[in-house]
């Protein structure tokens, strides 16, 4: 049931957790399925897909990454915008290409890209997140997004902490405001405020995140 107009409370999380804990589950293992078996083009896809899900939604996402699915490996920038525009997928038709071809000739001649390889050479989760984030050439990340990314390729202990999940932490006054953090030094306390809350209520951490998201929104997407 949709809920973004009631506060959250603990015993309502502990509540939705029991309810949705088989689905939620079944999600995260989808994840943990694609990094054990996906390939280079697959992690790439997804990448993608969040590219087009920062400042939209996950369904425009979704449906972003159906219409240039045959053009990610080689397409170029307009290709891609007209068969967004073909199929009325995104709201950012030229933007959003701009960037996976920036992201991609970067990770060409980076890592020739080896998705895999290049992620499993961090020893340190947080300096992972940091060169998704952070490198200049990796075009609309950011924190929540990289996170996200790293999520759903199955790699565990990151908070997406978009307005959804950030509503939920201001409503239980966690935080002060639901809006989302805008630097590496705020994203890290409010996920470290997450970690805290999930050992306090006795639910995984990457399990809270869903069930936070679900809470908002009625789903349980990716």
Known sequence: MRRNHQPVVAADIRATHAARK???RARLNDFR???RNGSDERLWEELVFCIFTAGASARMGLSAVDAVRPLLTQGGQGEMTRALRSAGAHRFPVERPGYIVITRDYLREHCDMA??????????PIERRDWLAQEKRIKGLGYKESSHFLRNIGIRGYAILDKHVMSCLQDLQIVETAKPP????RYLEVEEKLKLFARDIKIDFDELDLVLWSMKTGKVLK
């Open 182 to 185: 805008a630097t590496r030094t």
């Open 33 to 35: 399925d694609l990094w």
């Open 22 to 24: 088989k689905e939620i």
């Open 115 to 124: 998705l895999r390889r290049k992620l499993e050479s961090f020893r340190d």
